[in-house]
């Protein structure tokens, strides 16, 4: 399972879980402008706007997993196993496989409106990058700082939903998901009242903090991490510096953490979060953590050449880093 959530305060923020019994070797990587995709269905593409994300880098190719652009629009891809659905290419279409979709996307669109019209002619192909490495499914939150969007390719077709919520988990499709809040929307940061009313009133009492909430679902699924997840994030108050709101993007997120041993997804093997981001969209910084590193990481985009020739590549810091105070 992943999340994925957007933050505003001073700048904007988006960042996502990575759930997985394992992992496939991501670094953080920047494309820069003038990046050439070969593309597998027409002519060769070269990006406008530089990019920064995790991506696994197979020869010199990305294939991230999300990225923001040095405009300030953010994209991640999700798993969506079962209902994504990916077509042969389409005559008079923009056909791009799957593992294509984000640089096409980041490298040549500065908000969700251009990308929105963009979308229009988008046709998902369900070709693999190489024949070792099975097609993903997936789905895509796309945001900038005025909306977000998520992406579902299905088998009825393309679909583009509004998120006003501005989260993304797994299954079941967005607009169920969405929907699915309906159910919760009574949960409250506030002591509850007593409703157990009438002429005879129940002597009932809050004899706990945190009562406004009971009922928020605390397991791992994804449809009760999108509930946790979106109540967290809207009733989340931070300032708004760069350190404040970086270090409640991670606790947002830190609200659907799993950890090892929590869900087995086979015999002895267990879903845990790879890693987290944080990226300040605004400012072109990706911050991370791993399950074995609690410590923030991060690359500036901005310190780099963004007209570099090649990809500019940081594999991830791993393994805890302890203060010791004494
Ligand atoms: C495993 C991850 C989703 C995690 C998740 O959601 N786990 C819950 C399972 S579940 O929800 O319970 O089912 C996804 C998210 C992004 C993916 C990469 C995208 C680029 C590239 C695309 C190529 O085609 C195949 C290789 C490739 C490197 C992909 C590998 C893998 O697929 C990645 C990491």
Same mark, same amino acid.
């Given at each position: 399972?992943?999340?994925?959530?957007?933050?505003?305060?001073?700048?904007?923020?988006?960042?996502?879980?990575?759930?997985?019994?394992? /992992?496939?070797?991501?670094?953080?990587?920047?494309?820069?402008?003038?990046?050439?995709?070969?593309?597998?269905?027409?002519?060769?593409?070269?990006?406008?706007?530089?990019?920064?994300?995790?991506?696994?880098?197979?020869?010199?190719? $990305?294939?991230?997993?999300?990225?923001?652009?040095?405009?300030?629009?953010?994209?991640?891809?999700?798993?969506?196993?079962?209902?994504?659905?990916?077509?042969?290419?389409?005559?008079?279409?923009?056909?791009?496989?799957?593992?294509? &979709?984000?640089?096409?996307?980041?490298?040549?669109?500065?908000?969700?409106?251009?990308?929105?019209? %963009? &979308?229009?002619?988008?046709?998902?192909?369900?070709?693999?990058?190489?024949?070792?490495? $099975?097609?993903?499914? *997936?789905?895509? !939150?796309?945001?900038?700082?005025?909306?977000? +969007?998520? *992406?579902?390719?299905?088998?009825?077709?393309?679909?583009?939903?509004?998120?006003?919520?501005?989260?993304?988990?797994?299954?079941?499709?967005?607009?169920?998901?969405?929907?699915?809040?309906?159910?919760?929307?009574?949960? /409250?940061?506030?002591?509850?009242?007593?409703?157990?009313?009438?002429?005879?009133?129940?002597?009932?009492?809050?004899?706990?903090?945190?009562?406004?909430?009971?009922?928020?679902?605390?397991?791992?699924?994804?449809?009760?991490?999108?509930?946790?997840?979106?109540?967290?994030?809207?009733?989340?108050? /931070?300032?708004?510096?760069? /350190?404040?709101?970086?270090?409640?993007?991670?606790? !947002?997120?830190?609200?659907?953490?799993?950890?090892?041993?929590?869900?087995?997804?086979?015999?002895?093997?267990?879903?845990?979060? +790879?890693?987290?981001?944080?990226?300040?969209?605004?400012?072109?910084?990706?911050?991370?953590?791993?399950?074995?590193?609690?410590? +923030?990481?991060?690359?500036?985009?901005?310190?780099?050449?963004?007209?570099?020739?090649?990809?500019?590549?940081?594999? %991830?810091?791993?393994?805890?880093?302890?203060?010791?105070?004494?």
């Amino acid at each position: 399972m992943c999340t994925a959530a957007t933050y505003k305060t001073k700048d904007f923020y988006m960042g996502r879980t990575l759930d997985y019994e394992c /992992s496939y070797g991501e670094e953080v990587t920047i494309t820069p402008r003038g990046y050439t995709f070969m593309m597998r269905h027409g002519k060769p593409y070269q990006t406008k706007y530089a990019l920064i994300g995790m991506a696994h880098v197979a020869g010199e190719y $990305p294939l991230y997993y999300d990225a923001i652009n040095e405009k300030g629009l953010g994209m991640a891809g999700l798993n969506f196993v079962g209902n994504a659905f990916y077509t042969e290419p389409a005559e008079g279409k923009d056909n791009v496989a799957q593992f294509e &979709l984000i640089p096409w996307i980041l490298g040549q669109c500065t908000s969700v409106k251009e990308a929105r019209v %963009l &979308l229009e002619r988008i046709c998902i192909t369900n070709i693999s990058f190489h024949e070792s490495m $099975p097609v993903s499914s *997936l789905h895509w !939150i796309i945001a900038d700082q005025d909306e977000a +969007i998520t *992406l579902e390719s299905v088998r009825e077709g393309i679909k583009i939903y509004d998120n006003p919520v501005g989260v993304l988990t797994n299954n079941p499709p967005f607009d169920r998901q969405l929907a699915g809040l309906n159910r919760y929307m009574g949960l /409250s940061a506030k002591q509850p009242k007593n409703t157990f009313g009438g002429a005879n009133e129940l002597p009932l009492q809050a004899y706990s903090r945190g009562m406004g909430a009971l009922g928020l679902p605390g397991d791992l699924s994804s449809e009760s991490r999108f509930v946790r997840v979106s109540f967290v994030k809207m009733n989340s108050l /931070s300032g708004d510096s760069e /350190s404040e709101s970086v270090s409640q993007f991670f606790h !947002i997120l830190g609200s659907v953490d799993q950890q090892r041993g929590c869900c087995e997804v086979k015999e002895g093997a267990y879903e845990i979060t +790879i890693y987290t981001s944080c990226c300040n969209a605004s400012k072109g910084i990706y911050y991370y953590t791993t399950y074995e590193n609690h410590q +923030i990481t991060a690359v500036d985009m901005n310190k780099e050449d963004l007209n570099a020739k090649k990809l500019i590549r940081f594999p %991830l810091v791993c393994g805890e880093q302890i203060r010791w105070q004494n």
